[in-house]
Structures are given as structure tokens and as C-alpha cells.
């Protein structure tokens, strides 16, 4: 086995001197002794640079409404998503008054220009120089500030700038409120301080800012021995989001004892500003530290802070726990400290409570990655088998490789932008484009009448037409010469609206109303209802699994440039079948396919994303270009792209499970049911794989499944890497799971006591040979030394009150390609040029995963030449036309053997000039095949896997071969937060024979990183009218590096594929349902603390297992504290569309 995915030989050793310096002019041009203002006219806004402190002043006090801008991260978003306007800009950058840290004996004065990241080296210095009881508030500042934004927030943001916009979310104004600190302010009548206190976090008219003060500086003071600061926070991820509920607490005791002389809490996010709960703390004065007082604190403190249960952001019940669960860990961190100052005096808390002091460290992540080295033997030319690096890795990094945006302007290209529906469902009255027409730049308004052809194309609608169907469809577009321009006519577009019934947005609702976009599709074998009579146990229950958003980093974009003449048309885009753009616009447009090019060079990342949904939006800027006549550039906006394209289905399982005393399964009675959307998009596909991959990896005898796919009035849910797996299979871990609490087993022992062991038959009567799914789940569980954790997880939970581990382990069968035949073809075609290189096209698109790496890799094996001789351009559909889509994990099998072929046949042609000159070299051979007239290009094409599924008989080879596959993870959660930490995850992959490692291990943790998103943090929220709130990376939340397991295992499996080229096996997307493993460790963690409390053995985790999630299902005397709402006296800010 190999463990090295790269040799560090080859990489070139640094230079330090081949580093960018900062250019020169600049320098110059700060040094120059004659400043000036300087100042920016635009069309809209002035920019204005003052030079001095006393031209800050004149500037503010002439223009008192200006905001002044350092960083811009504050006002910045608010200009561009909520449409903020000012005429005048004051940015006060370098000004020598602004940028100092004065430091005293009672405390430190820092400069209002100081960034965050400069701030946190001040406070780092500052706490290294003096004793530790004077550095608290600064350590609490310093613990929020590392998980504060991202880095290149808190190197923009500045102290000032936080301080002042007062934002509810901050991390920084409680602790520093709770430290007792004070804004210096500056203005024409003088110099004044302001406390930072819990009037002026309040917004309160006499605490704030005037309009023309500047504020210079903030001063915080050092804290005392007997003054104890803390800031405390929970997020959706421990980096770069915004905290759910945070606190600055601070308590200072009379000298020597924990009698109460001075109390602050100021808690963020439960209300439009950061409130202070100054009524408890008062009432709290002259008590001791002890039970009875936070027994009173919390009774107090929910009775003050009251968040409505309709209040914007939701989570109402979460919420009120956290302030209270926040306030003892404040407690708890406070009785600690006391007993360090004086253990005779002050009584310890409790061992097993020691855990919950601490938040979940950030560790540097480490792995280890293992795969099948090559045979010896094997030619050292020949890169097949070898971890190759992704053919376009350096130009990524380096931000060289061209994307659809980055290509130059075309002449007289204009930008497009989209109007779409703020009603769910509704008649269309009228549309006045009037003011939008007027805005400068603006060539036309673009609706369903300018449509040549059909505007609805199999049930996908381009531009709505009488009648809306979801929020997020697209009216109208606007196109002008710039973007800016576009975008702000857009929004002075207006349409008149009457709404329609019923809407329909969750699954339920959509039961209600007999509203689907597809029949039943189901799937038995055995005798279901007679076997449910001879069983010992019956289960029966639901689980939720929301959607997801593909969140690639290269949104939408379609660059449609008409040609003059035969009513050609030319699209440039990132798609994953652009056969499918090309279907879409013709039938706009009314023209034939041959007069459409669809070009694809690479994108930034698809997932699924961008099957069918560039089809639509190829279609709605083509039509724009023909009727302006001129190039259309057409690129979403992030909160666009997530609103219009939506995601993953979201599914609704129910189940009825029959088993026997030792953990047997007789019987299974399953239905599931998927949101679809408004439109039929890919909802029948998915819902098809959902009953075929429902099985998972286990043999149960009498098997019933049924699945439908639910018609709403949400944006239409389309593909997604895993295609419906990753939701139907959750719902299969988790009766099993509910089967092993009842029978009182492990659930791995009973997972393997229901897996299929010998060759067999699916429930849809295809045969397999699960031995590699064996040998995954015996590796998995002997290599990650599953067993002895699992001890030491419930020792270290016995240990523990408040925190808690979890481990689990997961099988996998997951299917590979389509069970339709014509959609497993591949075409590609192989010219050889004079000089020997040779270039590569084939249908496949380049979506990061590798693709193109691994057919040069194909074409070097058959050719026999280096791979430097091959390159690889784009996909189009005028050099292979009729592609299939990149999806299914298809792309190496399908695309590789048509590579294989054209390959094959031209080393065909050449080999009678190879046999008269052996001996000669590769350019040899060519120069002398083209002076003998032997073609040098070759069209491959692969007729793919024969599979069928006949849905009335419920059988069929619906896929022509199974991954395999295990994976074990292990977590710790913090049961007073609902924050949960990846402690080590071993995934073991059945890769065959793998062409490329480091590709294939890289799409193998990838998916998994996904996957442990979808089941964990990524969370979709949508209003009860169909709104989606989740529209921008503040709002919707992946994984990070916070996330990785801190060890991570990976381990590629060699076994045997003689299906597919070289022997491999498609890993694109097998490894999301990995990521369950994470959510059924978590279940496993909040089980031990549900025993250790006498709850419920048996209870359901739904997906995504939210911080939300989890915290509310470990019930304690926090959760029972809390007030709770009537469900029918409001309605709330979000609901489960599942």
C-alpha cells in the first residue's frame, strides 16, 4: 500500500526574492510631503480621502450623514443587498490619530482604525506583558476574535467601525460592554468618552454617537482580581458565522469573598440590538456564587429577555435555552476560578462537569491517505494507477484558468439581470417596465411575449407568463450596458400580483392536496404483510431530511453571443450537458440544434447544479440576445443562483419495520416522498433512484417501497451528487438504529446481522457479489480500532456530564451510472498533428473533479506516449455532439472508453508503420502516417452499460455495477451548546483498480466534507409563504476547515471491475452518504446523555442535526426552564419543507 498522494522532491524551493514587493509609487506617494484631500467623483457618489485628523472633522461636520469607511465590510453589504445609497463617502485611512495602542496601569487605549487582525496582535502583546488577573476581558476578546468572520474579514474590519454599527450579532461589543469599556469621540465642539455599556449596545438616543462626532479611539480597562470577564458564543460552525446566541458576563465580588458587588450580562442575537439584562443583575447584587443564585439568575433573566415566538431568525426555543445554558457556563467558569484563588474557601464544581468550562479547540487537521501502489512491472511511461496532479491544479491556484467571467468583453455585449417572483403562487396582472426602461444604459426589458419559439419546454417555463409558480421565477430580464446599471433597473421594475390557491410548500401540505409531478414508483419482494404477523417487535415513524444547496463557487454563468447571419448563435457556460443548453435554446429560439455551439470550457464546480439548470438560464439570455441583437453576459448573483436553481430534494420517509428479539429484520413496509418544486426538472429521475437505492446494504427478506415526488410552489429541486442516496439511505441507518435500541444491541451488530453476505438478488431481482462491501465493513471496524474507542467513548461519557462522545460506523452500496442504456453512451474524438501532439475532446465536462487529467492519462496508456504530448481544450457540442451529461460518477467510465477507442483505432492505422520501422520514435511514425494519406483523427464512442428497470414487472439490471464501502466516525458533542466536534473519521472505499489516487481519494473526502454538511450544519430556511431566507454565505453555512475530522483516514480498497475501464470504479459521489456516519455518531453522543438523564432510549434525529437539533433533544433542566409557545397562537418565521 502507497501513503503518498505527492514526492516533496518535486516541488521548487522557495525564493524569498521572487516575492511581489509592494510597489514603489505608492511608497513614494505616502512619503510626499505635500498631501492633499484627495477626492473621488462618480456618477452617484463622491469619495473623499481626508489627510488630517482636523479635515476629518471639517468633512464629517459638513457632510454629518456621510459614513465613514475603512474597511467597508459594514457598509459595503448593506449598499448591495439592501440597496443602501449614500452620496458622500468619508474614508479616513492612514490617519496617524486613528492607529496607536496606548497602554497605561489601569488600562489600554486602542486606536478606531486598528483592524481586527491588528487589534488581536495588540491584545496578544498586551496579554504576554501583564499579570494574568489583568488580561481577562482581553483573553475573552482574544477567544472571540480567532473565530470571528474569516481572515480576510478581521484584516479589513476595524475596532471603530464594530464598535459603532452595533450590529445584534456581535461578538466583541457584549465582552467589551462587560469589561467596561468607553468610546472616545471626536467632533467640531471637542473631545468626549462614551461608556460602552448596555444604553449605548441598546441604541438609546442619549448613548449614541451625534452625526457629526468620529470616534478615535477605545479604551478598556484591565480587570481586577476579584472581576472575572467572559465572552461565550454559539454558531451554526466554530468559524465565519455569525453567533446564534452570544454573551459578554462579567461579575466583580467584594475582596475575598463571592458576595456579588458588581454584575453585567449583555447577550447578541436575541433581539434587534445586543440587550443587557440589567434588571437580573440588579436583583442579583449582594448575592453569593452559589446554586440557589443561578437557580434564580436563570428564572430572572428568561423573564427579562423575551424573544417572540415569531421572531425573525427562529430557533425561539434554542435561543432562550442558550441564554440560560450560556449564563451556567459563565457560573460554572466562575466557581472554578474562585476555587483556584482559594480551594479552602471556595467549593470546586463537580468533576464530571470540568468539560463544559472549555469550548472545542481548533486543531490542525491530520490525515492519512492509502492506496494500491502500481505493479513494478508496469512501464514507467505508463501514468495509469499513478496520483497524478489535476491537469489544471496550477492554474487554479495561481487564478490563471479562465472561467466564463474572466473571458475579455465582446463588442457591444451587455449585461443581463433578472426580475423574479416574490409570490409563491399568483396571476400575473401587469408588468410596468416604465422606470426600468428609463434608466441610463438600458438597452431592453425582456419578458415571455419576446419568446420566438415555446416558452415552456417539457414543463420548464423561461419567462413566467400569466401566472407565477414559485418565488424565485423569472418575470423578466433587464439588459444593459453595464451590470450595475441592469441590476438597479431591475429593481425598478413592477408587477402586480393576485394571489392564487392553494400554495403549496411543504410535503404535507402537498399529501393534503393530492399535488405530485409524478406517479408512484415502487419496488416489493417477499410477502410484506404476512411476514409483519410472525414478527416479535413492530416500529413504526418519519424522518425529515431537508434539501441542500450546491453552493459551487462559480455561480451561473452564460456568455450568448449571436452571429450575423443563419441565425447561429454561440453559448459559452459552465454546464455539466450541453447538449441539454442546446435542446432549450433551439426550442426558444425556433431554430434547428446544428445553428447553436454550446461551449464549456471548465467551471467552478457543479455537484449536480448544473445539469438542467443552465438549460433554463442558456434559454433566457439567448432569447435576450436575439432580441437586442448583441452579446448577453449573464452571471448570476450568489442569493440569485441559490434562489432560482435550488438544491437537493428535500424527503420525507416513513417506515414500518418488523424484526425479531435478536435484531433480525423480517419485514419492511417504506415510503418516501420528495419535495419536487414547481416544475418536473429531474424530480422523476431522483425519485426513481430513491426506490431503487433504498435497500442500502442490507437483505431484508420482505421488502416494500414506494416513492413520489410532490409538486410545490418552491424553485424546482434538480440533481444533486448522489442523486436522492444520500436522503433515502439516511432513513434506512435509521430504522436500523431504532431496531437496535429495542432489541438492546449495538446497532453495528445489528447492521451486520442484516447485510447481505453471499452473492444475491436486490428487492429489484439484479444479482450482485457483496464480498467487497464485506471486506470494507470488517477492514472499517478492525483498522479504526472501533471496538476500543467505543470503550474508552463510554468511560470518557461516564466521566462527563455535559459533554459527550459518539461513535458509529456506516456500510454503503451505492449504485453507479443510469438505469436507462442511452444515457451511459460517450463519444469523444483524438487528432494527432504533424508534430506528434495530440488533442483531446470528448463529451465530458471538466467540473474540477479531474476528468480531463484522467483521459490524458487514457490517451498516454493507448498511444503509448508521455502525457505532455496531449491536451485537452473544452467541451463543445460542435466537436461531439449529442453528449450525455457529466453525472452519475459516469464521467471516467463512459468518456474513457470513448477516449479508449479513438485511441485503439488510430494506434490500428499506425501500426503498419510501426512494424516497418520499430525502432523508430513517435514523430517518426507520424510524419511517415500522413505521408501515406493514413487519417490521423479518430472518433471514439463507447455504446455504454446495457441496463434496463422495468417498472411494472419492479425488476431490472437498473446499474451495471456497485460501490462499496464503510465508514466510521467519531464525535464529541456539547450538550449544553448543541456544538458537536469531529473528533477522527476512517473512511474505506471500494475503488478497484484506481486510475488516479489523488484524484479519486480528493473526490472521496470531498463528498464526504459535503455530505457531513448536508447532515449536520447546511440548513435551508424557508418563510410559511415560500420565501427562502438561506440567500448568501451569511445565512447558509458549509463546512470549513473548522470541520475536517481532526484525523482523517481514507483508504482506497483494490478489488475487481472488469466492467469498466482499467478494472475502476466512478468515486465521485459514493462518498456523501459517508458523511452520515457523522450524523449517527452524533445520535449515538446525545443517546448516552438522554440514558444518563432517563429519557427515551429510542427517539429520532432529523436531518440536518443541527446545533438547534441537538441541543433541544438533550433534554435537561435548561430545556425544561424555558417558556414555550402555543404552536396555534402564532406563526412562525420558518418551517421544514420536508
Known amino acids: 500500500m502507497c501513503t503518498k498522494l505527492y514526492n516533496e522532491d518535486e516541488f521548487q524551493p522557495l525564493d524569498p526574492s521572487q516575492e511581489p514587493i509592494f510597489p514603489p509609487e505608492l511608497i513614494r506617494m505616502a512619503e510626499d510631503p505635500n498631501e492633499r484631500r484627495l477626492t473621488f467623483q462618480g456618477e452617484r457618489t463622491t469619495w473623499i480621502t481626508p489627510v488630517t485628523l482636523n479635515d ?76 494574568k488577573e489583568k488580561t481577562k476581558t482581553y483573553r475573552a476578546l482574544l477567544k472571540h476574535l480567532r473565530t470571528l468572520a474569516g481572515a480576510q474579514i478581521r484584516n479589513m474590519a476595524t475596532l471603530g467601525g464594530h464598535v459603532v454599527s452595533r450590529p445584534n450579532y456581535s461578538d466583541l461589543n457584549p465582552i467589551l460592554a462587560a469589561g467596561n469599556a468607553t468610546i472616545n469621540v471626536i467632533s467640531k465642539e471637542g473631545e468626549r468618552q462614551i461608556p460602552l455599556d448596555g444604553h449605548f449596545l441598546e441604541k438609546s438616543p442619549e448613548a449614541s454617537l451625534k452625526s457629526e462626532e468620529i470616534v478615535l479611539s477605545v479604551y478598556i480597562p484591565h480587570s481586577t482580581q476579584w472581576h472575572f470577564v467572559s465572552g461565550l458564543r454559539m454558531a451554526q460552525r466554530q468559524e465565519n458565522a455569525f453567533a446564534i446566541v452570544n454573551a ?44 440557589q443564585m443561578l437557580s434564580d439568575a436563570c428564572r430572572l433573566v428568561l423573564g427579562e429577555i423575551y424573544i417572540p415566538p415569531a421572531a425573525e431568525g427562529g430557533m425561539v426555543e434554542y435561543r432562550r435555552t442558550l441564554i440560560i445554558s450560556l449564563l451556567f457556563k459563565f457560573y460554572l467558569k466562575v466557581r472554578r476560578r474562585l476555587n483556584k484563588m482559594d480551594p479552602q474557601k471556595f ?19 491530520q490525515g ?59 396571476k400575473i396582472i401587469a408588468i410596468d417596465a416604465s422606470e426600468a426602461l428609463a434608466v441610463p444604459g438600458v438597452v431592453d426589458v425582456i419578458t415571455a411575449e419576446d419568446v420566438p419559439g415555446d416558452n415552456n419546454h417539457h414543463g420548464e417555463v423561461f419567462y413566467a407568463q400569466d401566472e407565477v409558480i414559485c418565488v424565485g421565477q423569472i418575470v423578466c430580464t433587464v439588459a444593459a450596458d453595464t451590470y450595475a446599471h441592469a441590476r438597479e433597473a431591475a429593481k425598478k421594475v413592477k408587477i402586480t400580483y393576485e394571489d392564487l390557491e392553494p400554495r403549496i410548500i411543504t410535503i404535507e401540505q402537498a399529501l393534503k392536496h393530492n399535488s405530485f409531478l409524478t406517479v408512484e414508483k415502487k419496488i416489493e419482494q417477499g410477502n410484506v404483510e404476512q411476514a409483519f404477523k410472525y414478527v416479535d417487535q413492530i416500529i413504526e415513524g418519519e424522518i425529515h431530511m431537508e434539501g441542500q444547496e450546491h453552493f459551487y463557487m462559480e455561480t451561473q454563468t452564460i456568455l450568448a453571443i449571436p452571429k450575423e447571419e443563419d441565425k447561429e448563435i454561440v453559448l459559452h457556460l459552465g454546464t455539466q450537458f450541453p447538449t441539454h443548453v442546446q435542446e432549450f435554446v433551439a426550442a426558444a429560439l425556433n431554430i434547428p440544434r446544428s445553428r447553436i455551439g454550446c461551449h464549456m470550457k471548465r467551471t467552478g464546480g457543479a455537484f449536480g447544479g448544473k445539469v438542467t439548470k443552465p438549460a433554463l438560464l442558456g434559454a433566457v439570455s439567448a432569447v435576450a440576445a436575439i432580441k437586442t441583437g448583441r452579446p448577453i453576459r449573464f452571471i448570476l448573483e450568489r442569493g440569485d443562483d441559490m434562489l432560482i436553481t435550488a438544491g437537493r430534494h428535500p424527503l420525507l420517509g416513513k417506515y414500518k419495520i418488523g424484526f425479531m428479539n435478536n435484531g433480525v429484520i423480517k419485514a419492511a413496509d417504506v415510503e418516501y416522498y420528495i419535495n419536487g418544486g414547481c416544475t418536473p426538472d429531474e424530480s422523476e429521475l431522483v ?67 442484516n447485510m447481505y453476505k453471499r452473492i444475491s438478488k436486490t428487492a429489484y431481482k439484479q444479482t450482485f457479489d457483496p464480498e ?60 494527432i498533428y504533424l508534430d506528434g501532439s495530440v488533442l483531446v475532446i470528448h463529451g465530458g465536462c471538466e467540473l474540477g473533479q479531474g476528468l480531463h487529467t484522467k483521459m490524458i492519462q487514457v490517451a498516454s496508456r493507448e498511444l503509448n506516449i508521455p502525457e505532455s504530448y496531449i491536451h485537452l481544450s473544452e467541451t463543445s457540442t460542435i466537436t461531439v455532439p449529442n453528449t450525455i451529461f457529466t453525472a452519475g460518477s459516469l464521467g471516467t467510465d463512459i468518456f474513457g472508453r470513448a477516449v479508449q477507442n479513438a485511441c485503439q483505432i488510430l494506434m490500428a492505422r499506425l501500426q503498419p508503420v510501426i512494424r516497418k520501422n520499430p525502432k523508430g520514435t513517435w514523430e517518426e511514425w507520424i510524419a511517415k502516417a500522413f505521408t501515406e494519406s493514413i ?18 414487472k419492479e425488476e431490472g439490471d437498473a446499474y451495471p455495477y456497485y460501490v462499496y464501502g464503510a465508514a466510521c466516525s467519531e ?3 456539547d450538550c449544553l451548546t448543541g456544538a458537536h466536534k469531529l473528533l477522527r473519521t476512517d473512511i474505506f472505499m471500494d475503488a478497484a483498480f484506481s486510475i488516479n489516487p489523488a484524484l479519486d481519494i480528493g473526490q472521496v473526502e470531498g463528498a464526504f466534507i459535503q455530505g457531513m454538511g448536508l447532515y449536520t450544519i447546511e440548513e435551508l430556511k424557508y418563510s410559511p409563504e415560500g420565501v427562502l431566507y438561506s440567500r448568501s454565505p451569511d445565512d447558509y453555512k458549509i463546512p470549513t476547515v473548522t470541520e475536517i475530522p481532526e484525523e482523517f483516514h481514507v483508504t482506497l480498497v483494490r478489488s475487481r471491475n472488469p466492467i469498466a475501464i482499467y478494472s475502476s470504479k466512478g468515486l465521485g459521489e459514493a462518498g456523501m452518504f459517508m458523511g452520515s456516519s457523522v450524523l449517527f455518531a452524533i445520535y449515538d453522543a446525545v443517546a448516552a446523555a438522554r440514558r444518563e438523564r432517563g429519557l427515551t432510549k429510542t427517539f429520532t434525529l432529523h436531518s440536518p442535526a443541527t446545533p438547534e437539533l441537538i441541543r433541544m433533544t438533550c433534554v435537561d433542566q435548561f430545556t425544561d426552564m424555558i417558556p414555550r409557545d402555543d404552536p396555534s397562537t402564532f406563526t412562525p418565521w420558518s418551517i421544514r419543507v420536508s
Open 687 to 753: 425519485i426513481e433512484f430513491v426506490v431503487l437505492k433504498s435497500e442500502n446494504a442490507y437483505n431484508i427478506p420482505n421488502f416494500r417501497c414506494r416513492g413520489r415526488a410532490c409538486r410545490t410552489n418552491l424553485p424546482s429541486n434538480t440533481a444533486f451528487r448522489g442523486f436522492g442516496f444520500p436522503q433515502v439511505a439516511v432513513v434506512v441507518e435509521t430504522y436500523i438504529t431504532a431496531v437496535a435500541s429495542q432489541c438492546n444491541l449495538p446497532p453495528e451488530q445489528v447492521k451486520e446481522i
Open 347 to 365: 467549593p470546586d464544581i463537580p468533576e464530571k462537569f470540568m468539560s463544559a468550562l472549555e469550548d472545542f479547540p481548533i486543531e490542525t487537521p
Open 935 to 952: 487519417s490521423l483523427s479518430a472518433t471514439g464512442y463507447f455504446k455504454g452499460y446495457q441496463t434496463n428497470m422495468d417498472w411494472e
Open 772 to 831: 467487497p462491501l464485506r471486506r470494507c465493513w470488517k477492514e472499517c471496524l478492525e483498522k479504526s480500532s472501533f471496538s476500543a474507542r467505543k470503550l474508552a467513548a463510554e468511560e470518557f461519557n461516564k466521566k462527563n456530564y455535559w459533554k459527550k462522545r459518539g461513535l458509529a460506523v456506516i456500510p454503503m452500496k451505492f449504485t453507479i451510472g443510469m438505469p436507462t442504456a442511452y444515457y451511459n453512451q460517450g463519444a469523444a474524438l483524438v487528432h
Open 248 to 291: 459578554g458576563m462579567s461579575v466583580k465580588f467584594e475582596d475575598g469573598t463571592d458576595t456579588i458587588k458588581e454584575l453585567q450580562m449583555f447577550y447578541g442575537s436575541v433581539g434587534p440590538t445586543v440587550v443587557s439584562a440589567r434588571q437580573t443583575c440588579q436583583q442579583l447584587i449582594g448575592r453569593q456564587w452559589d446554586d
Open 971 to 973: 464525535v464529541e458533542v
Open 368 to 426: 492519512i491517505q492509502m492506496f494500491q501502489c502500481v505493479d513494478p512491472y508496469q512501464s514507467p511511461q505508463d501514468p495509469v494507477g499513478h496520483p497524478i496532479m489535476h491537469q489544471s491544479a496550477i492554474k487554479h491556484t495561481t487564478g490563471e484558468a479562465v472561467f466564463v467571467d474572466d473571458m475579455p468583453p465582446v463588442a457591444q455585449e451587455l449585461f443581463l439581470a433578472v426580475v423574479t417572483s416574490t409570490r409563491a403562487h399568483a
Open 56 to 131: 476629518l472633522v471639517e468633512l464629517k461636520t459638513s457632510f454629518p450623514k456621510a459614513p465613514i469607511v475603512m474597511g467597508n465590510t459594514e457598509v459595503g453589504p448593506r449598499i448591495k443587498f439592501r440597496d443602501e445609497f449614500h452620496p458622500v463617502f468619508i474614508s479616513p485611512l492612514g490617519l496617524p490619530e486613528l492607529y496607536f495602542v496606548d497602554s497605561t496601569d489601569d488600562g489600554v487605549t486602542i486606536g478606531a482604525g486598528y483592524s481586527l487582525a491588528q487589534l488581536n496582535d495588540a491584545l496578544h502583546f498586551i496579554v504576554s506583558e501583564q499579570p
